[in-house]
Structure formats: C-alpha cells, structure tokens
C-alpha cells in the first residue's frame, strides 16, 4: 500500500538518498528533510507481482499434473520429481505375496500412484479428489500396463500379460476407493 505516493521507478531507497543530498545541500525545506529520513515500514512490504489467487495456483498446478499423468510408462519414469507434487510410490502394492508382473508393471503403478496421491483427498493438493478423475487415473493405469506388456511380449505371454493387466485394473476399481479418498 503506498499511502496516497506514487512509487518511483528508481525504488524507494534511490528516492531516500536523492532527497537526503538534496537536504545536505541547503535546497530543501525541514519538510522535505524529515521525508527523506529512512521509516521502518509498518507493514510487510508488497511484492512487486500482484499476488495469484490460490485458485489459480491449484489449476495450475492440476494442469502440471494433468499433463505427467498423460506420459506413458517410460517417459513418466524419466521426468523430473517436481515439488510440490508427491513423488512417493510403493510399486504394486497388492494384498498377496507373489503377484504376477509385479516388476514389469512397477512403473505403470508408480505413476498410478502419483495420481492417487496428488488428485485424491488423501493427499495435501487434493487436485481433484472426485470419481471421476479416480476413474481416469485409473483408466491411465490399464493403459500403461498393457502398453508394458506390448513392449514386452508377444503372442500369448502378451495376451496373458493383458488379462492380468486387466484383472489388475478391474481390482483397483474395486478397492482402491478408500486409497483415493473423495471430496
């Protein structure tokens, strides 16, 4: 706020000392003098960007965030692990021990698991914590891991690779509502 001044292009500080010299010199009246004294300032003082609303900063960022979620499998394993988004992954997390295509689809979950964690409620941005967005993160997911096994295997080990990739999906549909969280 600048009280009714009009703040000068030089900055306050080149304003002080050039009316301090004109004081020294004589030129100046006791008015102009006391203005050219330094004042701590009142209150912080404003940044020179007009603020962003946090509106704003949240589309942004859900744009941002749209736009990893959209890399396939292997560009998503190369991108650079930008704050403020959370990064933390736990592979394939699955209720059993020996899961099938657990390593081949690690980086599919990974970036499934981004998804969960800066969409969903259970995560600080709580981008946007709906079903729908759920059901697209969730559609990425099956997207990647058959992409994985197409670039992995051919005739029947990738038609078993998809219909696990398939039944793997058809699982995180079924529970993985609570790990999301909703708004």
Request: glycine letters at 8%; hydrophobic letters at 40%; a positive charge.
């Amino acid at each position: 706020m600048t009280h009714g001044r009009k703040k000068s292009p030089l900055g306050t500080a080149a304003v002080s000392a050039a009316l301090a010299l004109t004081a020294l010199a004589g030129t100046a009246g006791p008015a102009e003098a006391a203005a050219s004294r330094p004042v701590a300032p009142s209150a912080p003082v404003a940044p020179l960007a007009p603020a962003v609303s946090p509106a704003f900063d949240k589309a942004e960022l859900k744009r941002r965030a749209d736009r990893v979620m959209a890399l396939s499998y292997k560009k998503f394993a190369k991108a650079k692990r930008a704050k403020p988004f959370d990064w933390r992954a736990d592979g394939c997390s699955v209720p059993m021990k020996d899961f099938p295509y657990k390593k081949k689809f690690r980086r599919a979950c990974d970036q499934h698991d981004f998804g969960y964690r800066n969409y969903g409620a259970r995560g600080k941005l709580e981008l946007s914590p709906t079903r729908a967005t759920r059901k697209k993160i969730d559609g990425r997911f099956l997207a990647e891991m058959r992409r994985t096994c197409n670039d992995t295997y051919k005739g029947r080990s990738r038609t078993k690779c998809r219909l696990l990739a398939a039944n793997y999906y058809l699982a995180v549909r079924a529970v993985g509502g609570k790990a999301f969280g909703y708004r």
